[in-house]
């Protein structure tokens, strides 16, 4: 299987690069995975295709503002540190800019000088690993001074930090947004719940691989980047009465989709877990849990279009992608969604 099998033509008109101001009136792609049926409907009318007994997993992380643009303490020079994970207290592994000039034993001053970093060592893939230095909250600093980590399709800085959460955000730890959840008000979900579709929290740190191009020929040869979750006994239970009572497990967005099929057993049975997941999802998977998707546009010959054509077919999805594209849908992050069901 190869990479350029899952590309498809995208005018870079139709990448969104703003948020809707009502997170529901954006498009929505219905994909019908036995027919390959295709709808076009607003994303309020994903309620329509979830019936009573289902059970709706969304990821409840929280971006946090990880980009933090510095100096070099030495010769002023402007870095920019990304923060991919925290791995002790003060310790994270970074993505830094630029890179030659970042070595082990390198200082960096954010801000006043309020909050300051040592570079330790080289990571894998030129990552870094930083130790911050401070005094007070890490978070409240961090707050203050960083901003959000919008892809790298995203040409301008977001004035509204709040727009590139969801509405149900609650876990700080990601460095990007789980973005198929950016469609859903509270009302939304209150009329999701009242219909009698129990909604299923789980947690997934989403990491910058995400957005990390596959740059192998053969799929088969792409390494995944390793992403921590966590799925408490509440969520496990209520996915597991769901299967139980025959009513269907409905993922929004792929860091939901990846956890949960990361922990289920061969069975399809959940239990509460915590741990790290490099799981890879392209066709040929046999998917143990997951009866449906809502999810948005993703990048031609990414790992998340694999995921998909997994799901629902290669053909079928690259043939709705086209049709996506000739129906000039808004793409990826701040686009569309679709739901494939």
Same mark, same amino acid.
């Given at each position: 299987?190869?990479?350029? @099998?899952?590309?498809? *033509?995208? &005018?870079?008109?139709?990448?969104?690069?703003?948020? $809707? #101001? %009502?997170r529901?009136?954006?498009r929505?792609l219905?994909?019908?995975?036995?027919?390959?049926e295709?709808q076009?409907?607003?994303?309020?009318?994903?309620?329509?295709?979830?019936?009573?007994?289902?059970?709706?997993v969304?990821?409840n992380?929280?971006?946090?503002?990880?980009?933090?643009?510095?100096?070099?303490?030495?010769?002023?020079a402007?870095?920019e540190?990304?923060?991919?994970k925290?791995?002790?207290?003060?310790?994270?592994?970074?993505?830094?800019?630029?890179g030659?000039?970042?070595?082990?034993?390198?200082?960096v001053?954010?801000?006043?000088?309020?909050?300051?970093?040592?570079?330790?060592e080289?990571?894998?893939?030129?990552?870094?690993?930083?130790?911050?230095?401070?005094?007070?909250?890490?978070?409240?600093?961090? @707050?203050s001074?960083? *901003?959000? &980590?919008?892809?790298?399709?995203?040409?301008?800085? $977001? #004035? %509204?930090?709040?727009m590139?959460?969801?509405?149900?955000a609650?876990?700080?730890?990601?460095?990007?947004?789980?973005?198929?959840?950016?469609?859903?008000?509270?009302?939304?979900?209150?009329?999701?719940?009242?219909?009698?579709?129990?909604?299923?929290?789980?947690?997934?740190?989403?990491?910058?691989?995400?957005?990390?191009?596959?740059?192998?020929?053969?799929?088969?040869?792409?390494?995944?980047?390793?992403?921590?979750?966590?799925?408490?006994e509440?969520?496990?239970?209520?996915?597991?009465?769901?299967?139980?009572n025959?009513g269907?497990?409905?993922c929004?967005?792929?860091t939901?989709?990846?956890?949960?099929?990361?922990?289920?057993?061969?069975n399809?049975?959940?239990?509460?877990?915590?741990?790290?997941?490099?799981i890879?999802?392209?066709?040929?998977?046999?998917?143990?849990?997951?009866?449906?998707?809502?999810?948005?546009?993703?990048l031609?010959?990414?790992?998340?279009?694999?995921?998909?054509?997994?799901?629902?077919?290669?053909?079928?999805?690259?043939?709705?992608?086209?049709t996506?594209?000739?129906e000039?849908y808004?793409?990826?992050?701040?686009?569309?969604?679709?739901?494939?069901?």
């Amino acid at each position: 299987m190869k990479t350029s @099998d899952f590309f498809y *033509e995208l &005018p870079e008109e139709l990448i969104a690069q703003d948020p $809707l #101001e %009502d997170r529901t009136a954006s498009r929505l792609l219905v994909l019908s995975r036995n027919s390959g049926e295709i709808q076009h409907k607003v994303f309020s009318d994903v309620i329509d295709y979830l019936n009573e007994g289902d059970c709706l997993v969304i990821n409840n992380t929280r971006v946090i503002p990880a980009r933090l643009i510095g100096a070099k303490e030495d010769t002023g020079a402007k870095v920019e540190v990304l923060l991919l994970k925290r791995l002790q207290n003060d310790v994270w592994e970074t993505l830094v800019k630029p890179g030659k000039k970042l070595k082990p034993g390198a200082r960096v001053v954010f801000g006043d000088g309020r909050l300051k970093a040592e570079i330790l060592e080289i990571a894998e893939e030129g990552n870094r690993l930083v130790k911050f230095y401070y005094e007070g909250i890490f978070e409240e600093i961090l @707050d203050s001074l960083g *901003e959000m &980590p919008l892809p790298p399709y995203i040409t301008h800085k $977001l #004035e %509204d930090k709040e727009m590139y959460q969801t509405v149900y955000a609650k876990f700080n730890g990601s460095a990007a947004a789980p973005t198929a959840g950016l469609h859903f008000s509270k009302e939304l979900l209150d009329k999701i719940e009242k219909k009698g579709i129990k909604i299923a929290g789980i947690t997934l740190h989403v990491g910058l691989g995400t957005f990390r191009p596959v740059k192998v020929e053969d799929v088969n040869n792409h390494h995944m980047h390793t992403e921590w979750y966590e799925v408490n006994e509440e969520a496990a239970e209520i996915i597991n009465d769901t299967k139980r009572n025959g009513g269907r497990v409905i993922c929004v967005g792929t860091t939901s989709c990846r956890t949960i099929e990361s922990v289920a057993d061969e069975n399809g049975l959940m239990s509460a877990k915590t741990g790290e997941t490099d799981i890879f999802i392209y066709p040929g998977y046999k998917f143990k849990i997951m009866d449906g998707l809502i999810t948005n546009f993703h990048l031609p010959e990414s790992t998340l279009v694999m995921l998909v054509s997994a799901f629902a077919g290669k053909e079928r999805v690259i043939s709705a992608y086209e049709t996506a594209v000739s129906e000039k849908y808004r793409f990826f992050s701040f686009g569309d969604a679709m739901i494939l069901i």
